[in-house]
């Protein structure tokens, strides 16, 4: 199973992080699959769009920081 970037969830029990270009990543139970679903998005919305590094970084870095913020405490 590959996790995605999602796009059209309407359950509002499922929680997203949200990037700056609009994108809803949905929060994937398994840091690993959350970790690989940030990187996908990254590069196919960004990187693949024009992004050099240091902004896919900085992307990146503001994504995994919502995702901190929404973590149970």
Do not use: W
Request: positive net charge; hydrophobic residues 35%.
């Amino acid at each position: 199973m590959q996790p995605i970037a999602h796009r059209n969830y309407s359950d509002s029990s499922l929680q997203f992080i949200i990037c700056e270009c609009g994108e809803r990543i949905l929060i994937l139970p398994n840091t690993k699959m959350m970790g690989t679903a940030i990187e996908r998005h990254i590069l196919e919305q960004h990187k693949n769009k024009g992004a050099n590094q240091v902004e896919a970084d900085r992307i990146e870095n503001a994504l995994i920081a919502q995702l901190f913020k929404k973590s149970p405490q």
